[in-house]
């Protein structure tokens, strides 16, 4: 029972870290006026030093597994030559169909709803 505990807590923690990371930069690209790849390389430095001291679990649920591949994604353009307007474009719509995925299952709109009219 302990263990299970231990690891539910490690995995709570990765995810978190996972978020905050993904954030980070989401938030940096869309507030900078103009960056360019060099302080999106130190971003991506700074905020990863978070991450790597907490080791990686393995996530079971889609949601996360997509926010995993999200922060793989940052990694990679870290080291791609892609310029910085191509990099912001694809995590943005990267960071949208997320965000599209995770708020589908949670809305429905009460018209789409057909229980609406069972009590008539």
Do not use: C
């Not at 892609?82 to 965000?99: C, G, V």
């Amino acid at each position: 029972m302990n263990a299970s505990k231990e690891e539910n807590s490690k995995r709570l923690r990765y995810i978190r870290l996972l978020g905050r990371f993904i954030s980070g930069i989401i938030s940096w690209l869309s507030k900078a006026q103009s960056p360019t790849k060099e302080q999106y390389d130190q971003k991506v430095d700074m905020n990863f030093r978070f991450l790597e001291k907490n080791e990686a679990v393995k996530l079971y649920k889609d949601e996360y597994t997509e926010l995993e591949a999200l922060g793989q994604k940052i990694l990679d353009f870290r080291a791609s030559e892609n310029d910085i307007e191509t990099i912001k474009e694809e995590l943005f719509y990267a960071q949208n169909q997320l965000e599209k995925r995770i708020n589908a299952r949670r809305y429905k709109k009460s018209k789409h709803d057909n229980h609406t009219t069972d009590g008539w």
